[in-house]
Every structure is written in structure tokens, then in C-alpha cells.
């Protein structure tokens, strides 16, 4: 591989898919501030995502409901007078 390409930063940081709590550890260069403790008993670094591929319509293939920011509230506020 060429030098330079790859950042240098590259560690192992565990994911977690805020809409249904699941959680996996796998290598990323993604920052953050936030730590957990994961099964293994190590503090990692914590990327808080909102949806991911276990809560996804398309891959689970399962309608699911993900309301992060109040958006259907904010729909049915702006659409209730007509």
C-alpha cells in the first residue's frame, strides 16, 4: 500500500446503534469523546450512530420505527390544521 493514504489514528472503537441498543467493536479512525467498557473488560471509544445495518428497514426486512428527532410530532404539529 502507498504511504500517507491510511490514517495513522486507526484503532479499535465499538459502535452502537442508538435506536435499538445494539453494539459491535470492529477497527475505525472515526472521533470521539465519549468511552465504554466493553465485554472483553477494555474501555474503548464510543461512535453513537442512530441507525445501522441491525435496525435498517432494508436490511432487516422489518418496518421499523425510527423517531430520532421528533419528526413525526413535528409532521403531525405542521399538517393537523389542514
Do not use: C
Not at 441507525?51 to 393537523?80: C, E, W
Amino acid at each position: 500500500m502507498k504511504k500517507g493514504l491510511h490514517p495513522e489514528q486507526y484503532r479499535l472503537v465499538v459502535f452502537k446503534d442508538m435506536s435499538n441498543g445494539t453494539s459491535f467493536l470492529t477497527r475505525s479512525a472515526a472521533q470521539t469523546k465519549e468511552t465504554v467498557k466493553w465485554e472483553d473488560g477494555n474501555e474503548y471509544p464510543l461512535v453513537k450512530m442512530e441507525i445501522s445495518n441491525t435496525s435498517h428497514p432494508f436490511f432487516t426486512g422489518q418496518k421499523m420505527l425510527v423517531d430520532t428527532a421528533g419528526r413525526i410530532d413535528k409532521f403531525n404539529k405542521k399538517y393537523a390544521k389542514k
